[in-house]
């Protein structure tokens, strides 16, 4: 009778991270015992030539003996320097997964990168639903290697995509859901612990103009150099011949003064060349150097996208982008970094010490180079850029979706404005303690007024509904069971800040936000709006009618949204709406003498109030 196969068993995410953990902490231990093993004998070896070199100064005719042990140390420090690069790397790929572990087990808050420097406090969202800053959804997703990266999940983040843009990354983010072992060589290329490369001057760079378009100079400096080692080497040779050490037969050293004359006329025609050529030239060394750093991290990168094998659309057109110009690109990167790395030997040795760069035309020569590789492929940089952070994004998204199984793949609506989710959640609480909730907007319901007591999640939900509907328009999943959305301009008045030093107080700052909604809303892209706790800065009776004469002109220019009240003054709004609002609360409830929420959404307006309750809690006592 034949068997049925077994289906393999499944493994979660956090199962396979430890799993590599433990098997990267033995690698880690044997070649950390090779290089304790390598130290020591490097140590010996070196006493061992020390003692050698003092034993032979008696017996100079065994002094080539001392070759032997010098070069086994040579090769030695080689096999060391090899183990420890490969110790690097392995504390790379530790670090990695005890990331990702700490992202499954919550521990991660704090600890990545928060991207503050994307903050802008006039964005319509940015601040309001923790897209950056410590605990932030950017910190969540910040396994980058380069700025390029960070700097493209930023605007991913800040900017709703078009349906089609979403659909094509979430086909790329599916395709590379499983491939854990790519994320780990994405997100551990480089040897430096905190990211390199800087994009902007690196494609600024790429795309400048050199002083230098003769194809002749580099020849003239080339000439030059060889013409004063020539001099050079003839004016030592007249030094011998003066000093009596050497009798070279030669017409020329007959008169040996008259040999140093070359050099004395080559070295001031150098000084000239090279002076002239700095001067010409716009681009400095220095900024060529600091254009170009951490190319061996944008190489690595590169040669690991070059190589991976792509089946959906977007990733075959990025991968695609990369071989545009002729060459592989990290190949084409490997050579730069070649000419950078001779470029900066200017500042070493006998080139620095002696002033032999001046003579020799080093720099310039180097940048000659430089200059001949950027009219070759500077052009190209900003795309290879472009597509390297793409990938990483993608590659971010994926592992997103990896570690998170139960988040869905948002379902865009391609015709009518909608929100409507099934059992979703706030992406950054921890899945065991987030309570799930369904809401819906569209089909005629533009409105929601929430009404509940303090501390009863009012501002968690409006927080994961803006959350949620950022996510699933960066392309990625969202926390929820089912989530289909229209593209919308999400705004959000939820944590507005006054700012003394401004002279801005709570309530001008909120306005303001209003009225950039309001703006907002009169654009082409309907809008969902969150606002919690609207004009709590001013009367009952401003407020309410502040309230309705903002959310009616929202709802007027189609927007839809929600907003959060613990005045039930505002719960009236609805009656006057024509059925596209209703309300909505919040509720908490007494457990052994203690105030407990349930956080579940229900129909209506809340009958109970808990500020009084709270207030005696804390001993602070009311009569």
Not at 129 to 145: A, M, Q, W
Not at 212 to 235: G, N, Q
Not at 364 to 379: I, K, L, N, V, Y
Not at 403 to 412: T, V
Request: proline share 4%.
């Amino acid at each position: 009778m034949e068997q049925t196969p077994e289906r393999p068993r499944f493994e979660s995410p956090s199962t396979i991270y430890k799993r590599f953990l433990s098997k990267n902490r033995d690698k880690l231990a044997y070649q950390q015992k090779w290089d304790r093993h390598l130290g020591y004998t490097k140590v010996t070896l070196a006493f061992t030539v020390v003692a050698l070199m003092i034993w032979y100064l008696h017996e100079l005719h065994r002094f080539w003996l001392l070759l032997i042990p010098v070069g086994a140390l040579v090769a030695l420090a080689i096999v060391h320097e090899k183990v420890l690069a490969r110790i690097r790397e392995i504390k790379a790929v530790l670090n990695y997964y005890d990331r990702g572990l700490a992202r499954l087990e919550d521990r991660w808050a704090g600890t990545g990168e928060g991207g503050e420097r994307f903050m802008d406090a006039a964005h319509p969202y940015a601040r309001d639903l923790d897209v950056f800053g410590k605990g932030s959804v950017f910190e969540l997703f910040c396994t980058f290697r380069t700025r390029a990266g960070e700097e493209t999940l930023a605007r991913w983040l800040l900017e709703p995509a078009p349906r089609g843009e979403i659909r094509a990354r979430q086909c790329a983010a599916q395709e590379l859901r499983t491939r854990v072992k790519y994320r780990e060589r994405l997100f551990t290329a480089g040897d430096k612990v905190r990211l390199g490369l800087h994009p902007d001057s690196l494609a600024a760079w790429g795309e400048g103009k050199s002083s230098f378009t003769s194809p002749w100079l580099p020849v003239l400096a080339a000439a030059l150099a060889v013409l004063w080692v020539a001099s050079v080497a003839l004016a030592l040779a007249a030094l011998l011949v003066i000093l009596g050490i050497a009798d070279f037969h030669s017409a020329t050293l007959h008169a040996p003064y008259l040999s140093i004359l070359p050099l004395l006329l080559l070295s001031a025609t150098n000084l000239m060349v090279n002076r002239f050529l700095m001067k010409r030239s716009s681009t400095s060394a220095e900024a060529v150097e600091e254009a170009t750093d951490d190319l061996d991290l944008l190489m690595e990168v590169l040669r690991i996208l070059e190589q991976e094998q792509f089946e959906s659309p977007r990733l075959a057109d990025l991968q695609s982008a990369l071989k545009g110009s002729g060459i592989p690109p990290s190949a084409a990167v490997k050579r730069l970094d070649r000419i950078v790395r001779y470029l900066e030997q200017r500042r070493n040795g006998l080139l620095a010490w002696f002033g032999l760069d001046h003579f020799l035309l080093y720099t310039a020569q180097w940048m000659f180079r430089a200059e001949a590789w950027r009219r070759q492929f500077g052009p190209a940089i900003r795309g290879w850029l472009g597509a390297v952070g793409e990938m990483e994004v993608l590659a971010a998204l994926s592992g997103y979706a990896y570690e998170h199984p139960g988040d869905a793949w948002p379902e865009i609506d391609d015709e009518n404005p909608c929100f409507e989710a099934e059992s979703f959640a706030h992406p950054l609480l921890p899945e065991g303690k987030a309570v799930r909730n369904d809401l819906k907007l569209g089909d005629g319901l533009q409105l929601i007024v929430l009404s509940g007591p303090n501390m009863s999640g009012k501002s968690t939900l409006v927080r994961g509904i803006g959350i949620n509907a950022v996510l699933a328009q960066c392309g990625a999943p969202v926390r929820a069971k089912r989530l289909r959305l229209s593209r919308l301009a999400v705004g959000a008045s939820i944590c507005v800040l006054d700012s003394l030093q401004g002279g801005v107080s709570r309530f001008y700052a909120e306005i303001k936000r209003l009225k950039l909604i309001s703006d907002l809303a009169q654009g082409p892209i309907p809008v969902l709006f969150l606002l919690d706790e609207l004009l709590s800065g001013t009367n009952s009776h401003d407020r309410l009618l502040g309230t309705q004469l903002v959310v009616n002109a929202l709802v007027q220019h189609g927007a839809m949204g929600m907003v959060t009240t613990h005045d039930l003054a505002l719960t009236r709004i609805p009656e006057n709406m024509d059925g596209k609002a209703r309300n909505d609360h919040f509720e908490d409830h007494l457990e052994n003498g203690q105030l407990a929420f349930d956080f579940k959404l229900k129909a209506g307006v809340v009958q109970t109030s808990n500020a009084l309750k709270l207030m005696q809690s804390i001993g602070l006592l009311i009569e």
